[in-house]
C-alpha cells in the first residue's frame, strides 16, 4: 500500500470510523500512523488520566471531537468520594491555547466548573456541541456563557447531572442571531426556566429535532413549543400536570397531533394519569420510550399506554410496572431490543413490583432483546435458564437483585447456574452484572464461557480468591471489572500483573487486598497508577502493609502518577 | 481474618461502615454468613414474604444499619429525584366533590391538579356550563347567579376565594355551586 499516495490512503480512512479500527489502522506502520493521526477528528478517552491533554493534542492536531470520562462507574453510587478528581478544566485550557478546532465535547462522570464553560465557551470560535453526563459542579452561569457565546451552537444535552440551579436567565442568553439548535436538554434542571425565551428559542430554531424539558415547563408551554416545533423527533416533556376537561388540554392534544416525527419520548416528571390519552396518537411510531423518571404512571393507565406502543425498541420504565405490565410489553413491544426496569422504591420493604416472572415474560415475548437492566425483587436459577435459552443474543446483562445476597428463593440455592446459563447461551456478551447469592462457581463460568466479555460488575459474591482468579484467567478481553464488598485478596490480585495493563482500570472496594498487596502491584507495573482512597485517613497513622485497604482503583496511564488528587488518595 | 471486629491492625473504617449483618459478626465473608439480609429484615417485621401492608409503604426506609452504602446501584441523580418525589407524596390526588344546585348528578375533581382559585374556577366553569363572576373580598361573587362556596373541615359552607390557596386545599371537603337567592345572601356579605 506504500505507493498510494497520502490523500488517497486519508480518503481511505476517512470510511473507517471506529475508534478501534482506526486505532488498528494506526499500528500497521510509521506512514499510516502518521495519516491516521492527522487526519483523525474523533477521539474517545475513556479515562482521563490515561493520557495528558498535551499529548493528545500533539497527536491528533485535526482534532474536532473529544469524549472524556473521570471518575470511575461506582462513583455513580457514592462509592467514591466528591473532590476524588475528574476535572476538565485543564483540558480545556490546554485545549484553548492550541490551534485546536474543537467543535465537540462530551464528557461523562467529569467535574466541570462554570469557569471551565466560560472558558470553552470563548475559546472555539466553532464549537457546536456539549454533552455532560454525570457530571456536576457547575451551575446555570456557566450554561448561561455556552448560550451567550457559542454562535454556532448545535446541542446541549444535559443528562442526569447535579446542578446548582441559580434560576436565572441562563436560557435567554441564546441571542437572537441563534438559530443553529438541534438538540436542546435540561431536563435535569431543577429551577425555573424563562418561559417566553424558550418559546423564542424553538420558534427560530427550524433544525431542532430533539427537545427536553425540565419539570419547570408546564403543560400550556408545552402545546405552544409543540405547535412552533412540529419536525421534532425526541420530545422530553416536563410537567404533564393539568384539567382534562380543560381549553388548554384540547389544544395540545392537536398539538401532539401535527407531530408525526416523534420516534423518543421521555420525561413526564410530573404526571396527571388521566391526561394521558392526549399522547396515544404518537405512540405507534415510538422507539424509544423512557418513563423511569414518572412514578405516577402506573397501574392500567401505563398498560394502556404501553399497549399502543407496538414499534418500541427501546424502553426504560420503573418497577411499578409489575409482572404484569411486564408481561403487556411482551404481547406488545416484538421489536423491543432494551429493557431497563428501575426501583420505584430502592429502600422500601418489598413493595417492588417485579421478580423473575416479569423478566421470563419479556424474554419469551420479546426475542430481539439484546441489553437489560432489572431491578428486582427476587431471581431464580429457571428463570435465569429459560430466559438465557430465549434470548441467546444478549450484549449487556445487568441484574441487580435489591436484596444483594438472596438466594434463588424457590431452592434456596445460590445463582450461579443461572448466570452461567447466560454466559454460556450469549456468546456476544459485553458487558455483565451480578447479584444475588453466588459463590466460586459462577466466576468459573464465566472464565470459561464469557469471550467477548469487556466489563464485569460484582458485589456480595464468591467464597475465595478463586472467583476472582477464573476471571482474570478466562476473560482475556476483558476491560473494567469493579468489585465490591467480595472476599478477594492479595494472592488474586497479584497473580497476574500483567493483565491489568491490558484493562482500562480495576476497582476493588471492601474486599480483602491489603497494602502491601497494592505496593506490589505498582512496584512491578510502573505503566499502573494504583491509588488507594482512604476517607478516614487512616493510612497516614498506620502504614502497616497488612492493612486492608478499604478502596482501591488501579487504571493504566501513559503520564504517571496524576497531581491533581486530594490527601485522602494514596497514589502507590 | 477470623477473630472479632478488632481494633488492633484492623481499619477503624470497618467498625463504623454501613454493612449489612448484626455488628461483632465476623468480616470474612463480609455480607455472607449470619447475616439477615434486607428483605428478611422487612418480612419479619411483618411476617410476610414482600409484605404489601400500607404501613410498610409509608414508613421511612428502613433503620441505618441495614442499609448499605451504594446499594441498590442507582444513579444519585436519580435516587435524589425519587426522595423528591415521595417527599411531594406524588400521585396522591385531592379529589372532592363538586355538586351544584339543579345539576342531576355530581362531578368529582382532583385539588392538586390546580394551581390556585382562577384555575379551579375555570375548571368548575367548564364543567357545569356556566359562569361564576368576579370575586371581591367586600362583595363576594358579583354579576352572576351562583356562588361557589366549599365545606370545610368544621363542618360550616365557606366562600370559595377567601383563604389562601394552600390552607384551601388542605381543609375543603366537599364543594358546592350555590344558586339563586341563597347564593345572593351568602355572595353579598353577611
Redesign the interface.
Known amino acids: 500500500m506504500n505507493y498510494f499516495p497520502d490523500e488517497v490512503l486519508e480518503h481511505v480512512f476517512d470510511f473507517i470510523t471506529s475508534h478501534k479500527d482506526r486505532n488498528s489502522v494506526s499500528l500497521v506502520c510509521k506512514s499510516w500512523y502518521k495519516i491516521e493521526r492527522c487526519s483523525r477528528q474523533r477521539v474517545f478517552i475513556g479515562n482521563c488520566y490515561s493520557i495528558s491533554p498535551e499529548r493528545l493534542i500533539a497527536r491528533f492536531p485535526g482534532l474536532k471531537s473529544l469524549t472524556l470520562k473521570g471518575k470511575p462507574h461506582f462513583a455513580d453510587f457514592n462509592l467514591v468520594p466528591h473532590d476524588w478528581g475528574g476535572f476538565v478544566y485543564p483540558w480545556i485550557k490546554a485545549l484553548a491555547k492550541s490551534r485546536i478546532g474543537l467543535e465537540e465535547l462530551r464528557l461523562k462522570r467529569m467535574v466541570v466548573s462554570d469557569e471551565s464553560l466560560e472558558l470553552l465557551s470563548k475559546s472555539f470560535v466553532n464549537f457546536k456541541s456539549l454533552v455532560l453526563v454525570s457530571c456536576e459542579g457547575f451551575t446555570t452561569d456557566g450554561l448561561a456563557a455556552i448560550a451567550a457565546n457559542c454562535r454556532f451552537l448545535r446541542e446541549l444535552d444535559l443528562q442526569e447531572n447535579e446542578v446548582d440551579d441559580h434560576r436565572g436567565h441562563w436560557l435567554s442568553c441564546f441571542p437572537e442571531s441563534c438559530t443553529s439548535l438541534i438538540s436542546l436538554n435540561f431536563a435535569c434542571l431543577r429551577g425555573e426556566v424563562n418561559l417566553g425565551a424558550l418559546e423564542r428559542l424553538v420558534s427560530r430554531s427550524p433544525n431542532l429535532k430533539s427537545l427536553r424539558l425540565n419539570r419547570a415547563v408546564p403543560l400550556d408551554t408545552l402545546q405552544k413549543l409543540l405547535m412552533r416545533a412540529p419536525q421534532l423527533v425526541d420530545l422530553g416533556i416536563g410537567s404533564y400536570v393539568h384539567d382534562p376537561f380543560s381549553e388548554v388540554y384540547n389544544k395540545l392534544k392537536i398539538a401532539i397531533q401535527r407531530c408525526k416525527s416523534i420516534r423518543s419520548l421521555s420525561g413526564f416528571l410530573e404526571v396527571a394519569p388521566h391526561c394521558m390519552s392526549a399522547i396515544y396518537p404518537i405512540c405507534g411510531n415510538l422507539t424509544f420510550l423512557n418513563l423511569s423518571y414518572a412514578p405516577g404512571l402506573h397501574g392500567n393507565k401505563l398498560m394502556k399506554l404501553i399497549q399502543h406502543c407496538r414499534k418500541l425498541q427501546r424502553l426504560w420504565i420503573l418497577d411499578c410496572i409489575g409482572d404484569k405490565g411486564l408481561g403487556v410489553v411482551a404481547l406488545t413491544c416484538k421489536e423491543l431490543q432494551e429493557l431497563r426496569v428501575f426501583p420505584s422504591d430502592p429502600f422500601g420493604a418489598g413493595n417492588a413490583a417485579v421478580t423473575e416472572e416479569g423478566l421470563v415474560l419479556v424474554s419469551a415475548g420479546c426475542p430481539k432483546l439484546n441489553s437489560l437492566l432489572y431491578f428486582c425483587q427476587q431471581m431464580t436459577n429457571a428463570a435465569l435458564i429459560t430466559v438465557a435459552k430465549n434470548c441467546p443474543n444478549f450484549i449487556r446483562f445487568r441484574l441487580c437483585i435489591l436484596d444483594p445476597i438472596k438466594p434463588d428463593p424457590v431452592t434456596n440455592q445460590p445463582l450461579d447456574e443461572g448466570f452461567g446459563a447466560i454466559v454460556q447461551s450469549c456468546k456476544g456478551l459485553k458487558r455483565l452484572s451480578l447479584s444475588g447469592l453466588l459463590t466460586d462457581q459462577v466466576f468459573l463460568y464465566i472464565g470459561m464461557y464469557a469471550e467477548q466479555l469487556e466489563m464485569l460488575s460484582i458485589a456480595f459474591a464468591a467464597d475465595s480468591d478463586k472467583g476472582m482468579l477464573y476471571v482474570l484467567n478466562g476473560c482475556k478481553k476483558l476491560r473494567k471489572l469493579e468489585i465490591r464488598d467480595c472476599p478477594f485478596g492479595d494472592a488474586a490480585l497479584l497473580e497476574d500483573v500483567g493483565k491489568y495493563e491490558t484493562m482500562r482500570s480495576l476497582w476493588m472496594s471492601s474486599c480483602e487486598v491489603t497494602l502491601g498487596g497494592c505496593k506490589s502491584v505498582a512496584e512491578k507495573m510502573p505503566s499502573l497508577n494504583v491509588e488507594i482512597i482512604d476517607e478516614c485517613e487512616q493510612m497516614e497513622f498506620n502504614l502497616v502493609d497488612k492493612q486492608k485497604v478499604d478502596k482501591m482503583y488501579l487504571y493504566r496511564t501513559l503520564v504517571g502518577h496524576r497531581k491533581d488528587a486530594p490527601e485522602y488518595v494514596l497514589i502507590l | 481474618?477470623e477473630g472479632s471486629v478488632g481494633y488492633d491492625?484492623?481499619?477503624?473504617?470497618?467498625a463504623?461502615?454501613l454493612?449489612?449483618g448484626l455488628p461483632g459478626t465476623e468480616p470474612?465473608?463480609?455480607?455472607?454468613r449470619n447475616?439477615r439480609?434486607?428483605?428478611?429484615v422487612?418480612?419479619d417485621?411483618?411476617g410476610?414474604?414482600?409484605?404489601?401492608s400500607d404501613d410498610?409503604?409509608e414508613?421511612a426506609?428502613?433503620p441505618p444499619k441495614a442499609?448499605?452504602?451504594?446499594?441498590?446501584?442507582?444513579?444519585?441523580?436519580?435516587?435524589n429525584?425519587?426522595q423528591t418525589?415521595k417527599n411531594e407524596s406524588?400521585?396522591g390526588g385531592i379529589y372532592v366533590k363538586v355538586s351544584m344546585d339543579g345539576a342531576p348528578y355530581l362531578r368529582k375533581?382532583?385539588l392538586k391538579?390546580?394551581s390556585g382559585y382562577p384555575?379551579l374556577l375555570?375548571?368548575i366553569e367548564?364543567?357545569f356550563k356556566f359562569t361564576i363572576g368576579e370575586y371581591s373580598e367586600r362583595e363576594g361573587y358579583k354579576g352572576s347567579d351562583y356562588a361557589p362556596t366549599y365545606e370545610d373541615k368544621d363542618g360550616d359552607w365557606m366562600l370559595v376565594g377567601d383563604v389562601p390557596w394552600g390552607m384551601f386545599i388542605t381543609s375543603c371537603k366537599r364543594l358546592r355551586i350555590m344558586k339563586g337567592s341563597e347564593a345572593r345572601g351568602l355572595g353579598r356579605g353577611v
Not at chain 2, 9 to 14: A, M
Not at chain 2, 28 to 32: A, L, P
Not at chain 2, 37 to 40: F, G, Y
Open positions: 481474618m491492625n484492623d481499619l477503624n473504617l470497618k463504623t461502615e454493612r449489612l470474612v465473608s463480609i455480607v455472607r447475616k439480609s434486607l428483605q428478611q422487612a418480612d417485621d411483618c410476610v414474604n414482600g409484605c404489601k410498610q409503604n414508613t426506609p428502613p442499609q448499605i452504602v451504594g446499594w441498590p446501584p442507582i444513579r444519585s441523580y436519580r435516587k429525584n425519587i418525589k406524588e400521585g375533581i382532583d391538579v390546580y384555575e375555570q375548571a367548564n364543567m
